[in-house]
């Protein structure tokens, strides 16, 4: 079946603007989570959404930071007003029983 | 909260060599503990994972060990091949589920044909 999907795969931004950035999780996965990779860094978690529970939101890192899950499927990412240290890939996984899948990730460039 | 050191950052073998990947964790209620694999430019993905209830696992040329009383666990890969270049990342979680995932910095291999 189809995996994560992520969109855009890349997205260039200027220092300021606001971005968004989806996530399509594998259907049926109740959990979803959001992570940042710097480059040729380790994966920092961001976000963590589980079913109908408030989501986890320990690993943000600044409330320029914030991400929907809309109907327990789709996720969005928002970074408002985007500065160059956001550069990074951002990857999506969800989760059913035990395994985390991840996505190929959107590759953010904050000019 | 959880942490977990991987050792070493990169490794660089001949190719039929082995390979050992080193993780330590500090929760000692750790007790899930997956590696994934992440090829230049792609996503992570899962290539062998291993629960607080077995010491070993094994999967053809891949074998993950686990210490629970060092609160360490390490990746062994046999007989090299040059596909198996890649960043290794290890990670623990504190339930069987993987609801937490805490990982290591990252470990990059890279076998030289």
């Known amino acids: 079946g189809a995996g994560v999907s992520q969109s855009p795969s890349n997205k260039v931004t200027e220092k300021g603007k606001d971005v968004e950035l989806r996530c399509d999780p594998i259907?049926?996965?109740?959990?979803l989570y959001w992570y940042r990779q710097s480059l040729g860094q380790g994966l920092e978690f961001l976000i963590y959404?589980?079913?109908?529970?408030?989501?986890?939101k320990s690993g943000l890192p600044s409330d320029r930071f914030s991400a929907e899950r809309t109907g327990g499927s789709v996720s969005t990412l928002t970074i408002q007003r985007t500065q160059q240290e956001d550069s990074a890939v951002y990857l999506c996984?969800?989760?059913?029983?035990?395994?985390?899948?991840f996505g190929p990730g959107t590759r953010l460039t904050v000019l | 909260g959880e942490n977990v050191e991987q050792h070493p950052s990169t490794l660089s073998v001949q190719e039929g060599d082995s390979a050992v990947i080193k993780c330590t964790y500090s929760?000692?209620?750790?007790?899930?503990f997956p590696w994934y694999k992440q090829e230049l430019g792609k996503r992570p993905q899962l290539i062998i994972d291993?629960?607080?209830?077995?010491g070993e696992k094994k999967d053809q040329r891949i074998a993950v060990t686990l210490n629970k009383t060092a609160k360490h666990f390490s990746l062994h890969i046999t007989e090299t091949q040059p596909e198996d270049s890649a960043v290794y990342f290890c990670?623990?979680?504190?339930?069987?589920?993987?609801?937490?995932?805490?990982f290591g910095g990252g470990t990059r291999l890279m076998v030289k044909p």
């Open positions: 996984a969800s989760r059913q029983e035990g395994t985390q899948y």
């Open positions: 259907s049926g996965h109740t959990a």
């Open positions: 959404f589980q079913g109908n529970s408030a989501p986890d």
């Open positions: 929760d000692s209620a750790s007790n899930y």
């Open positions: 291993i629960r607080s209830n077995v």
């Open positions: 990670a623990a979680s504190k339930d069987n589920a993987g609801n937490m995932l805490t």
